[in-house]
């Protein structure tokens, strides 16, 4: 009788053990297109046989546990790939951005709107007694003035909007630490019991991969099973289950970054003093965007306004040494503030010109009505090799600044290409590692069904034999 009762047991486990197994394959197949996930199966074992005098008598199987496919290396790897694509994607939105500021299909570019400033005194040259002649020079000065402010402007305006990605980023990021947090308390006590928190440990790896997409983290797992998230040097964002949050803040103007726009701030707690860890940000996408924000256009805003002042200055020189309409000593042609942090912005025509363009010189002697000296010498100066320090003209400066801006830009696509085709290949190895296959769980679950249905057949004989013994007893 025991025996038949041990032959029923058998059967009962090996028909628990399919069950899991097929609830692990359904389990497996729901989440087919979950990203992060790692298939699972279910590890059976050999039962402990029972000793029958000389005879070893096998008991069936049990279900040891049920284990992810995965290989942390490759998940590492893949996380580090992620981050230095992060940082090559914030890079290149930037710069395709700023690209678009000296983009001369969409915009008339300021090297055109020079041009015209020069002609026109070309033009005010060869008539320097017409009024229309003059109003053109007035116009195209006022134009030029403008354009200078939009090319700032726009510079500014993109400035502000990667303030407000950084700003979208660091909120993402403060929930995805809090998650992570809550996940290391889940593995804990799941994994502290004797469980299994394969689904947790998943969830874990994906949220600390997008976590680098972001921001330049370095992470451990401690023996415990939890993990601990440190931004670049001194930011502990996750520990344990506690999890630190990043804030940011419009500070004040300093070396490579600009008044008013946003610094990544740190508390270690809600009562400590925050401090700035900008500076440590430089990977994932903030990072890409910080040195787009605080170097590249800082860069471009410093060569706009040297560009301004040289002309500015040069025109204003020359025109201070002639005489306008009215025989008077002229003055300034263009106004700048010298003392603004971007002198460009703040280009304009002088206010005598804009009420009266007869104020404008042409002649370098009163008294000369055809005197044309001064407006061919403002005209000769697109052609003269007055920026960076006399060796440039200032199309050639403009076109080497709109040359780097290109460069920059296709460098920083071309990276973000390559190093997508490195995930995506990284991503195949992972799904033929972690993936689940169809096809493999379907066979999988025609097994496990059939499995099932034998142990249920061993159940149902050793029932009968349970009847035939007490029908003999009878």
Do not use: C
Not at 301 to 321: P, W
Request: glycine share 8%; hydrophobic share 35%.
């Amino acid at each position: 009788m025991s025996k038949i009762s041990s032959m029923m047991d058998t059967g009962r486990r090996s028909m628990m053990n399919s069950q899991t197994a097929l609830q692990t394959v359904g389990h497996n197949i729901a989440n087919k297109s979950t990203e992060g996930y790692s298939r699972q199966r279910v590890e059976i074992q050999t039962n402990e046989a029972v000793g029958h005098g000389n005879l070893r008598i096998g008991t069936g199987s049990k279900t040891a546990r049920v284990t992810r496919i995965n290989n942390p290396y490759l998940e590492k790897q893949i996380g580090s790939e992620r981050a230095k694509l992060g940082y090559y994607q914030g890079r290149s939105d930037g710069l395709v951005r700023v690209e678009q500021v000296y983009n001369e299909q969409i915009n008339k570019g300021l090297n055109t709107t020079i041009s015209e400033f020069f002609n026109s005194f070309r033009d005010f040259s060869v008539n320097p007694e017409s009024l229309a002649t003059r109003t053109q020079v007035k116009e195209t000065a006022i134009g030029l003035a403008s354009d200078f402010k939009r090319v700032s402007n726009h510079l500014n305006e993109i400035q502000n909007d990667i303030d407000q990605q950084i700003k979208t980023h660091v909120y993402e990021i403060n929930e995805i630490t809090r998650e992570i947090a809550q996940l290391n308390e889940r593995v804990r006590t799941l994994e502290i019991s004797g469980g299994v928190a394969n689904d947790e440990r998943d969830r874990r790896d994906l949220l600390i991969k997008q976590l680098g997409d972001k921001i330049n983290i370095r992470w451990a797992e401690g023996t415990d099973g939890m993990v601990t998230i440190t931004a670049g040097n001194t930011a502990l964002l996750v520990s344990g289950f506690d999890a630190k949050e990043l804030e940011v803040s419009a500070t004040p103007a300093r070396e490579n970054k600009a008044n008013g726009n946003f610094d990544i701030v740190y508390r270690n707690s809600p009562m400590a003093e925050p401090y700035i860890v900008t500076h440590e940000i430089t990977g994932g996408q903030i990072g890409g965007l910080l040195e787009v924000r605080d170097q590249t256009i800082n860069e471009l805003h410093g060569k706009i306004n040297q560009m301004a002042l040289s002309l500015v200055e040069t025109v204003n020189e020359i025109h201070r040494q002639g005489y306008d309409v009215y025989n008077n000593q002229a003055g300034d042609f263009f106004k700048i503030d010298l003392t603004s942090n971007r002198p460009a912005e703040t280009v304009t025509l002088a206010d005598d010109i804009v009420r009266d363009a007869g104020r404008i010189a042409a002649g370098a002697r009163p008294f000369a009505p055809g005197d044309n000296t001064i407006a061919n010498r403002i005209s000769q100066l697109q052609f003269e090799q007055v920026m960076e320090g006399g060796t440039s003209t200032f199309d050639e400066f403009y076109n080497s600044m709109v040359g780097q801006v290109g460069v920059l830009t296709r460098r920083a696509v071309s990276a973000q290409e390559s190093q997508s085709d490195i995930i995506k290949q990284l991503n195949n190895i992972r799904e033929s590692i972690s993936g689940v296959s169809l096809d493999e769980e379907a066979t999988r679950l025609i097994e496990f069904q059939k499995t099932f249905d034998a142990s249920a057949r061993l159940i149902r004989a050793a029932d009968e034999m349970f009847d035939t013994v007490l029908n003999i007893k009878r």
